[in-house]
């Protein structure tokens, strides 16, 4: 099926950090939940392949994550030291994508209430970011994700470690920031535990 359309710079990628652990889910990893006509990871990787030329990064003998996004027009690639960190992620994908990316959207694969205009509405902002680096979604004063990096970033993306990710580089000059208002609360809305997944569920069943 054709990727529709959206009015953004050439090239984008979104980059799809699928390689936690899903230690605080209990009965299994969060990924692999029930979401839509699939899981959980189908569902948010095929939103994104909707938006712009996608990268998911998976961890190493996961054949059940792999098997989730099978078939769909994106790229995947190994971290094979997940447990160094979400960080390690966002190294594994910088250099899978080397030179090609002129920005990349940072999204988390366990938010799958984001919706392809989430996505767009980040991207699109990254023309007219002020000479700001990175692109934020808030929801009413709450920042959320995905988080857009621009390539003047890339190199200080790759010296994170540990856990939060590019928390550090946001929190580190706010001047580099660039916030924008979300369409709702799908930027804040992740599944880490079963309780949330529930919210969730419950969340997606009402606005249908």
């Known amino acids: 099926m054709p990727r529709p359309a959206l009015e953004i710079p ?5 980059v799809l950090l699928a390689a936690g652990r899903s230690s605080r889910m209990q009965g299994g990893h969060k990924l692999l939940l029930p979401w839509g006509d699939g899981t959980v990871l189908r569902h948010v990787a095929q939103t994104a392949v909707a938006a712009a030329p996608t990268l998911v990064v998976l961890p190493p003998d996961a054949p059940a994550l792999a098997a989730a996004v099978a078939g769909l027009d994106l790229r995947v690639v190994i971290n094979a030291q997940p447990d160094r960190g979400m960080a390690s992620s966002l190294v594994v994908a910088l250099e899978a994508l080397d030179d090609q990316a002129g920005a990349v959207l940072i999204a988390l694969a366990d938010m799958p209430a984001i919706t392809r ?8 902002a990254w023309p007219d970011a002020q000479g700001r680096p990175i692109i934020r979604p808030h929801w009413h004063g709450q920042p959320g994700n995905p988080v857009l990096f621009d ?17 550090a580089l946001i929190q580190a000059d706010p001047t580099r920031l660039r916030l924008i208002a979300a369409a709702s609360d799908a930027v804040l809305i992740d599944i880490d535990t079963a309780e949330a997944y529930a ?10």
Request: hydrophobic share 40%; charged share 25%; glycine share 8%.
């Open 10 to 14: 050439a090239p984008v990628f979104i």
């Open 117 to 124: 205009q989430d996505f767009a509405q980040v991207i699109n």
């Open 151 to 167: 390539r003047s970033m890339f190199d200080q993306l790759r010296n994170v470690q540990g856990d939060q990710g590019a928390r």
């Open 199 to 208: 919210a969730a569920r419950r969340r997606q069943d009402a606005i249908g």
